[in-house]
Each structure stands twice: as C-alpha cells, then as structure tokens.
C-alpha cells in the first residue's frame, strides 16, 4: 500500500487586500482593491467585503468599479507582501522543512513527520493558523489531507479562517462529490467538453474507464482516471526551481508606434534586470508578449547560446524580436520574461515507492 501523507495547504485570506487593511485602519469593513484604478487597470487582490460585490482579481478595474460603486484602490506594496510572507514562513518552518511556496500567500506543508513530534495534522494547522494570526495580525485558511490536491480543495471550503480536514477514510466519497471544474486541468474548455459527456461531478468521472478518459482527453486521461480515486503521488518540494522571470506593462492607452514601443520596452527590460539580479539568476530564452487593442495575443521568442541578465543586452534582443514582423494592430500590453534559466537542473525520473504502512493515521 502506498504509504500516506499528512499534508496541509495553508491559504491566506484575501491577502493583499488583508494586509492594507491591516496597515490603514480606515479600510478595514470596507470594499478594497488592490490595483490601479484607471481605465486600463487591472483589480490584483480583492478583500472580502468587495467580493460580495462580485469584484474579483484579474477583472477590469471599470468593470469592478461598475459591480461596486464605494469601491477603494490602493496600489500594491510588494515589499510589504514580501516582508509578512516571509514572518508566515518562519512559522512554517518551525513545524517542518518540508515547505513548497506556490506564491506569497499559500503553501504547501509536509507534515507527516514533524519537529514538535504531533500527531495530529489538523491541530497543526490549527496552531500554525493561530500563531500566523498572533504574529501578523491576519487570518488564514487551511486544508489537511492525504495529498497535495485534496488539501488546496479543501483549503477553499471553510474560507475565510476555517480549516477542513479529509482524513483517509473519507476521501473517496469527498472525491466523488466534488464538483468537475475543481480538479486539476479542468479548465473553462475541458469542463464543457466534460458536460457533453454527461460529467457533472467525481462521481461520473470515476465511472468511466481509464481508456474512455484517454481517448477523449488524452495524456490527462490517465491523470483523472487516478485523481479520482485519491492518487496523487506529487511530493511536497522544498526547493521550487524557477523556470523563468519576467515583466509585462499595460499601457493607458493603446500604442501604435514602434517607438514608443521601444520605450516602454526598455523600462521593462531594466525591472527584469533588478528582478534577475536581486533573485541572482540569468537565462538564455528571451520572449517578447505583445497584446494587441482587441485582445489577441502574440509571443517571439530567441533562445541564444549564452546566460544574459544585463538590461542591454535583453533589450537589444526584445527590440529584434518586436522588428520580427509587422505589428498587427496597436498594442495594448508589451512583455519580456527570460526563460531557460541557470537554475534548472535536467529532469530525472522518481522512482514511485510503494510501502507498507499501519492503518493507523490520526488526522
């Protein structure tokens, strides 16, 4: 039998909002945004009194302003992000070193074996969530679970500060009750394909055989064949190795010139330089993003023989790259990440594991 984990994914509560908030005592009770509030911006975070409203992150700041007329806008503070994120993981790292940041605000924990020797994942996370509270002042949410996607569902059930445990004898009928478009790859497109073929929940999708899911979506068959019955072997990594660094600006109005578009490309290119050296990383895969005024999107990249992280340098590629061809419309968004970076290392193929285990698991 394969041998079981205890995992948490801890999730902060709406946590760029939360920490402006914390820090304007004015804003607390009150719809805020993070994010510009011109024309062309775009809402980063939300707290939870605009979300009532419908406001969400990644909409148009028009649009948030429309569904919530007392809306506030603040803009981001990152360092601050950063410096709270950074109090949150020292408490991560006093029950476990097994810690896998997905961003500023979650992660993952491995809390199988401890350093405080509990034997209880849920109390952990109780305390982990109380001591992030006392320390910071914010609320978090939690999920506890045999795996890593059973836990990040789970963190979003009881939201905001709660907690929800899916101890191992009841996995399968939480599975099988959880709606499609919570599992991993079923995106906007994959769930209307999932609807035409009559599945609705996990249930429907554990009733079809491993061949009928490969023949309808493929390599990711297999992976919802095992998702849905609790296999789901991802460890908790420690070390995330980034896989590229970028930039992007959205202008207040659309450009049509080349020139100015060099402009703007150049002030891209010296923030990926600070980002690059303040991360201490260089790449060889340069990739220009340009998104033109009706939303269509296009991207060029040039892989060259040699790690580059000097403003100069990238800039000198991204303009190659914008004279590439013609521009098809004005531009709205221009971006310029770096890839293929001195960081990665060759994949490897882990070997899966199988070991015995007593029965006997306390969650």
Do not use: W
Not at 88 to 99: K, M, S
Request: include cysteine; aromatic fraction near 8%.
């Amino acid at each position: 039998m394969e041998k079981l984990r205890k995992i948490i994914h801890v999730d902060m509560d709406a946590f760029y909002a939360s920490v402006e908030q914390l820090d304007n005592p004015d804003l607390r009770g009150k719809p805020v945004a993070v994010g510009g509030s011109s024309q062309r911006g775009v809402v980063s975070a939300a707290s939870y009194e605009a979300r009532k409203f419908g406001v969400r992150s990644a909409m148009s700041s028009v649009m948030a302003k429309r569904n919530c007329p007392d809306l506030i806008f603040v803009k981001s503070n990152f360092e601050r992000y950063r410096e709270i994120s950074a109090q949150i993981r020292e408490i991560f790292y006093e029950y476990t070193d097994l810690v896998e940041p997905l961003s500023l605000d979650e992660a993952y924990l491995d809390v199988t074996e401890n350093k405080k020797g509990l034997m209880s994942a849920t109390l952990i996370a109780k305390k982990i969530r109380d001591q992030i509270k006392e320390k910071t002042g914010l609320n978090a949410s939690a999920g506890i679970s045999i795996n890593k996607f059973i836990a990040k569902v789970a963190s979003d059930i009881n939201k905001p500060n709660g907690q929800k445990t899916v101890p191992p004898e009841e996995v399968l009928q939480f599975l099988e009750e959880l709606d499609i478009r919570k599992f991993y790859g079923v995106g906007k497109v994959t769930a209307e394909k999932m609807y035409r073929l009559g599945i609705f929940s996990g249930k429907d999708l554990k009733s079809k055989t491993e061949e009928y899911l490969s023949e309808h979506f493929g390599k990711s068959g297999r992976h919802f064949y095992r998702v849905v019955r609790g296999i789901h072997h991802s460890e908790v990594k420690p070390h995330r190795t980034r896989k590229s660094l970028g930039a992007e600006r959205t202008f207040n109005e659309n450009i049509s010139s080349e020139i100015f578009m060099l402009e703007k490309l150049q002030n891209i290119a010296e923030e990926i330089e600070r980002r690059l050296k303040r991360s201490d990383v260089a790449g060889k895969t340069i990739t220009l993003k340009i998104k033109y005024s009706d939303f269509t999107q296009q991207t060029r990249s040039k892989t060259i023989s040699y790690y580059i992280s000097s403003k100069e340098l990238i800039l000198e590629i991204a303009k190659e790259l914008l004279y590439q061809e013609k521009m098809k419309n004005s531009v709205r968004l221009l971006g310029i990440s770096l890839s293929n970076l001195n960081t990665e290392k060759p994949d490897s193929k882990e070997a899966e594991k199988e070991v015995s285990v007593q029965l006997k698991f306390k969650f």
